[in-house]
């Protein structure tokens, strides 16, 4: 017979193995309860920062067709469409950039202060534009306003940078996202054009995107292109909230090239078309894919990555938002001591019910007929029993 000793240690050893393989089915339920969670928040935020984008862009086309369409805006077009083809287009532009640029009495970066440099005719048709289209560079948050002529020389900009009265056809910056874009607004006058975020040299070669839209006079004919330059810091804005990403979630966005469209959470410095991200779901994302899965990112780190894509004037970037398995692991931990105590107890519970039956004197139905009390009992003859 086995002895106490042996059968308590044999209950113990079993229940403990028994608790152990629970604990573990427990433990991985709950990390993968916690890394869907973790899952569904991170899908949540890049839908989130993908809508900001579009609206943010989709706020800018309507803003720069409302002004494409301006009676005073093409009435002012056509006036120094005028004037510009009045005079040799070199000389002007070598008049204007004289005026408001190597003669502006205004430091460099503060060139949108002067209003009228003389009285000739084109300083009169500035001083009734610019302080109108100034205003509103410095309200709505844009970086400049462009208008330009059909041979593509920069009539007006607010901000009088080094672009300004040159031809975006053959000076200087043909190449650079502004030209580019007036050149696909002339070709699709109907529609709003788009430039990808890149480096722009007239703006000490920040990152700069470019919008524009062809003008039409009463006839439908085209007469010039209007152009805005949009600034990246809303769009750093909208992808750096790191509000419940934890410590070591964030969200970027990631061009064609492989570069970054904003900054990393991780650097202390800018990180927006220098830092290559060519990890696996970025390129799902850039092919049109969605979804979330663990992989390496461009810290070597593995991360839980949630991606998508958003088509803006035919260029697309990849939306991403991740968060490192460490922080996810650590987080599924913290609800650990809970389970543990829960485990425990039941092994408590299971020992004592264990004790409780093993103590329990036996229900022996056959009782021991000598323990009957059987005084005062009449049996007849036959043995029976009289009583009653």
Not at 267 to 283: A, K, Y
Request: aromatic residues 12%; negative net charge.
């Amino acid at each position: 017979m086995m002895s106490a000793k042996r059968f308590w240690t044999t209950w113990c050893i079993a229940l403990l193995l028994v608790i152990a393989v629970v604990g573990w089915g427990l433990s991985q339920w709950n990390l993968n309860n916690y890394t869907a969670a973790v899952a569904d928040r991170l899908q949540l935020l890049n839908e989130l920062r993908r809508g900001a984008l579009q609206q943010y862009f989709a706020t800018a086309e309507a803003e720069l067709t409302f002004w494409s369409t301006s009676s005073d805006i093409v009435a002012a077009q056509a006036q120094m469409n005028a004037l510009w083809e009045q005079a040799a287009p070199d000389a002007m532009s070598s008049a204007v950039r004289t005026d408001y640029i190597t003669g502006n009495p205004y430091p460099a970066g503060e060139f949108r202060e002067l209003v009228q440099s003389g009285q000739t005719d084109y300083d009169l048709w500035h001083a009734d534009l610019h302080p109108m289209a100034a205003r509103f560079v410095t309200h709505r948050g844009y970086y400049d306003f462009f208008l330009i002529n059909p041979e593509g020389y920069v009539i007006y900009s607010v901000e009088k940078e080094d672009d300004f009265a040159t031809s975006l056809l053959a000076g200087p910056y043909s190449d650079s996202g502004l030209a580019r874009s007036f050149r696909e607004a002339l070709v699709t006058p109907d529609q709003s054009v788009l430039s990808d975020m890149e480096a722009y040299a007239p703006s000490q070669g920040e990152p700069a995107i470019f919008i524009a839209r062809a003008l039409r006079d009463d006839t439908g004919e085209v007469i010039g292109v209007i152009a805005f330059q949009l600034p990246t810091t809303k769009i750093l804005q909208i992808m750096k909230y790191d509000s419940g990403m934890g410590e070591t979630g964030e969200t970027y966005l990631v061009g064609s090239d492989n570069r970054m469209r904003s900054d990393s959470r991780f650097s202390d410095v800018s990180t927006v078309l220098t830092q290559e991200v060519d990890t696996e779901t970025v390129g799902l994302a850039l092919a049109g894919e969605e979804g979330v899965q663990f992989t390496r990112d461009y810290r070597d780190a593995e991360v839980l990555s949630s991606y998508s894509s958003v088509n803006i004037g035919g260029f697309v970037w990849a939306v991403m938002a991740e968060i490192d398995r460490a922080e996810i692991t650590q987080g599924a931990a913290r609800e650990r001591p809970a389970l543990a105590g829960a485990l425990l107890f039941f092994y408590g519970l299971s020992l004592w019910t264990l004790w409780y039956w093993q103590g329990r004197p036996d229900a022996n139905p056959a009782a021991d007929i000598s323990q009957l009390d059987l005084q005062g009992a009449d049996f007849g003859d036959d043995g029976s029993n009289l009583i009653g």
